[in-house]
């Protein structure tokens, strides 16, 4: 039963917390269930990963909390774990009877809000609210952090939380108090991540491509990538973001009228295994083929034209979208934020020609620093340059559509950049003001993809990130690869915001829309 | 009936199990969960343990037969099994259940098989006293339940 749990209502939080209890064990899901009802919580029980996964997946936002197992016999917990993590953003509490070290790092490491050791009390139990309690807060302040404006945050936050049931209007409002008290704080916290700068997504999805989408772990990649001080955890922090974005994007590609399917591969009907830049991820923008900017799906026009991103990223640069100049960044993103389709207008495909990554598709706008140009895949990251300016924040959250067109046309690239661009991109608008120093440091994707869109009237909205400049002659070709600023920085909110509007043709969020895609990336999640 | 006769017998057992170390802790939580809600909680769970607890046996079992050597196999059954074990504070199996993954850690195949002996014996006198535990608490009536105040 859906249900917006509302703190302003007679129920007092945490009760009617929605807990979802997996445990393959029928005796331990009979006393779970039991004791979690007797904390006034709402269950529901789930004998099976899969179908623990596949509830979630069908009644996304129905769920706050997710209670798990680690030894189940149809998939193992910490899998389950990063899915939940990846695909719907939940906390999940790990449980075990086996207390080992190492078992509760790794828990952790994949993204376990807590780990309990069998037998569980109640009074463990009881206590799991804070997890969900400290995520929202979190969020918030993760937004909070970019300095929006109210209004943009508001709408941010209406995105990314209302669409959870998260938040009423009561809590924004506490939010925005929450906000003014912290905001202060945030942007210093948030310094410490881990800044994927589109060199280092580059060499993610050349790492994750390698592996084998559906046999990628962060283990793997960490060592595949081999890049000393990346600690696993910020890999699977990043694959999680990463494996969201794709996902959207498929849904995106699946709703938006892109319809040429470029992105037929990724779309959720069909398993994209590899979205196949042939076919052309489309960078969805109303218009024909325009290539949209930025981060999202940089439809390659229409008609099979490859994108040019270098070029498009060039006349991007020069289309002032309602937004601005763009960004170098910009590209990336094409966070024109506010109705990408309409706004955004790549001025033309991009073809590939300039960007030696992009066979076929756009390629994505990277506001992160220069990528390596040796990525064969044009991921979303890549190449942002494409996009035209977005137009960020007229109204609607940056779309960031990314194209993806790898060279292998693996779209999936893409969405890890995507969402970081997208997270970077928040609300914020960063303005990246040019600063063709390429991308040298895309901090936060905030900057630079924000400054596309409206951001370039803002340039004091750049929070803390430092804007990756789009360089207006970014010459993205290759370098475009990452969209820099992956922080594990909570994009998500930003991302799922800005999801959704990917989802318009355009591949621009309209704002409005959420990304949520409830379909699974089946590439993703095989 | 003689129903203070009745309950004091289910007293009774219920602290020879405690006391002789066949349940643990866990059991004084399952009572705690009984309520009106769910009056026969604890029956149920510990009924729903011994059905589940047959059936991981009997991979074990098959398991050992089959494939004695793949004690990669028989750790991971035997590791659901003592998780099982966990939730009712079936303290005696739990032990034998950590005896046993020892000796398949050693690659002790005979020490595995005596042990899983073992644990099928504590499992079938445990299934024993709680049976008539809970047949003198229902011949003893609803209102009795030889357990601690519930909340």
């Known amino acids: ?526 | 009936m003689d129903y203070v006769n009745i309950r004091r017998q289910a007293a009774s057992i219920r602290k020879g199990l405690f006391d002789q170390g066949y349940l643990d802790e866990q059991f004084y939580q399952l009572e705690d969960l009984q309520d009106d809600a769910s009056p026969n909680f604890v029956d149920e769970v510990v009924t729903l343990f011994f059905r589940d607890s047959l059936r991981l046996m009997a991979n074990i079992d098959q398991a050992l037969d089959k494939c004695a050597k793949d004690f990669n196999k028989l750790d991971v059954y035997m590791q659901q099994l003592k998780g099982s074990c966990t939730s009712i504070g079936a303290s005696k199996m739990k032990t034998e259940c950590t005896a046993f993954r020892d000796y398949c850690r050693d690659e002790n195949i005979e020490g595995c098989m005596r042990s899983f002996q073992k644990l099928k014996r504590e499992h079938s006198v445990l299934r024993q006293k709680l049976e008539s535990y809970f047949q003198q608490l229902r011949q003893a009536g609803p209102i009795e339940c030889a357990t601690r105040p519930s909340k």
């Open chain 1, 1 to 526: 039963m859906e249900r917006q749990w509302v703190p302003s209502r007679t129920e007092a939080f945490p009760m009617g917390l929605r807990v979802l209890v997996v445990d393959d064990d029928p005796t331990w899901l009979k006393i779970l269930e039991k004791m979690l009802r007797k904390c006034s919580y709402e269950v529901t029980t789930c004998g099976l990963a899969r179908v623990a996964l596949e509830t979630l997946r069908e009644r996304k936002n129905k769920f706050d909390i997710v209670v798990s197992d680690v030894n189940m016999p149809d998939m193992d917990g910490f899998k389950l774990l990063e899915h939940i993590g990846l695909e719907m953003d939940l906390p999940v509490i790990m449980m075990s009877i086996d207390g080992e070290t190492s078992r509760v790092m790794k828990g952790v490491q994949h993204g376990a809000c807590d780990y309990l050791l069998k037998p569980v009390r109640m009074k463990e139990l009881r206590n799991i609210w804070q997890h969900v309690y400290r995520k929202k807060m979190h969020e918030v302040k993760e937004i909070e952090g970019q300095e929006f404006t109210c209004a943009d945050l508001h709408l941010i936050r209406e995105a990314g939380f209302e669409e959870r049931g998260l938040l009423t209007r009561e809590d924004k409002k506490r939010k925005e108090e929450y906000n003014d008290q912290d905001g202060s704080d945030q942007s210093a916290a948030k310094k410490a991540r881990v800044v994927w700068s589109v060199d280092l997504h580059q060499t993610f999805v050349s790492a994750v491509n390698q592996i084998g989408f559906d046999k990628v772990g962060p283990k793997k990649i960490l060592d595949l990538m081999n890049v000393p001080g990346l600690t696993r955890e910020n890999v699977a922090s990043h694959l999680q973001k990463y494996r969201l974005y794709l996902s959207r994007l498929q849904k995106q590609n699946e709703d938006s009228n892109l319809g040429n399917n470029r992105w037929a591969d990724f779309n959720p009907k069909e398993p994209p295994a590899k979205p196949d830049l042939e076919t052309s991820p489309q960078v969805e923008q109303n218009t024909t083929s325009k290539p949209s900017p930025g981060f999202g799906f940089i439809a390659p026009e229409s008609e099979t034209q490859p994108i040019k991103p270098t070029s498009h990223f060039e006349e991007d640069n020069k289309v002032k979208r309602k937004t601005s100049s763009m960004p170098p960044l910009g590209m990336l993103l094409s966070f024109t934020g506010t109705i990408p389709s309409a706004e955004i207008k790549p001025s033309e495909p991009l073809t590939p020609s300039k960007h030696p990554n992009w066979t076929g598709g756009l390629p994505l706008v990277q506001s992160m620093q220069c990528p390596k140009h040796d990525h064969k895949r044009c991921d979303l990251l890549c190449d942002y340059s494409c996009l035209p300016k977005p137009d960020l924040y007229t109204s609607a959250p940056p779309v960031i559509s990314i194209n993806v067109q790898n060279e292998t046309g693996d779209l999936l690239d893409v969405k890890p950049a995507l969402m970081d661009c997208i997270k970077a991109i928040s609300p914020l608008t960063c303005t990246v003001d040019g600063s063709t120093s390429g991308f040298d440091r895309l901090p936060s994707i905030k900057g630079s993809f924000f400054e596309q869109s409206n951001c370039h009237a803002e340039p004091g909205r750049i929070t803390g990130s430092d804007l990756v400049p789009l360089p207006e002659d970014l010459n993205l070709d290759s370098s475009l690869q990452e969209i820099g600023c992956f922080e594990n920085v909570d994009l998500m909110n930003s991302i799922d915001y800005f999801q959704t509007e990917v989802e318009s043709s355009s591949n621009w969020c309209d704002g409005s829309e959420l990304f949520d895609y409830p379909l699974i990336d089946e590439c993703l999640f095989a």
